[in-house]
């Protein structure tokens, strides 16, 4: 695990008692390191989760710069899949960047099947 900030580069690590629980579940973890985005682009962390599948869902997005947070938007939905949701909050960091003339966006999600539904346009609903 690594500490994310824009002015520091010091790494923290999971407490042993926490791998401890982890370790019967055969669990992967996978060290990521975050950078910021290139001058002059606009940097989106999309994540979206629901309450059942399909259920109660919500997505966030968070929005940043190379050096400042520049706002995060949250919005709620009645029943949705888990694609679903990820899906809507990649739809809305793609009007928030437009209505803001935030024209180079990187998005980023943990859904390989939302990313990939961007790619082959047929899969969306």
């Given amino acids: 695990m690594t500490t994310l900030s ?11 008692s ?10 992967n973890i996978n ?14 962390n ?6 059942g599948c399909p259920g109660k869902a919500t997505c966030t997005e968070i929005f940043r710069n190379h050096a400042l947070f520049m706002g995060c938007f949250t919005l709620n ?4 899949t888990d694609f679903h949701a990820e899906l ?5 960091a793609i009007e928030i960047a437009h209505r803001n003339s935030w024209w180079n966006l990187l998005l980023e999600t943990d859904s390989s ?11 969306i609903p």
């Fill in 46 to 51: 999309i994540d979206g989760a629901t309450l």
């Fill in 77 to 80: 939905i009645d029943q949705a």
């Fill in 88 to 92: 809507m909050g990649f739809m809305q």
């Fill in 6 to 16: 824009n002015s520091t580069k010091f790494i923290s690590s999971s407490s042993m």
């Fill in 31 to 44: 060290e990521v390191i975050w950078s910021h985005p290139l001058p002059f682009w606009t940097q989106c």
């Fill in 18 to 27: 926490d791998s401890l629980v982890l370790k019967p579940f055969s669990v």
């Fill in 113 to 123: 099947l939302t990313t990939l539904s961007f790619k082959a346009s047929s899969m």
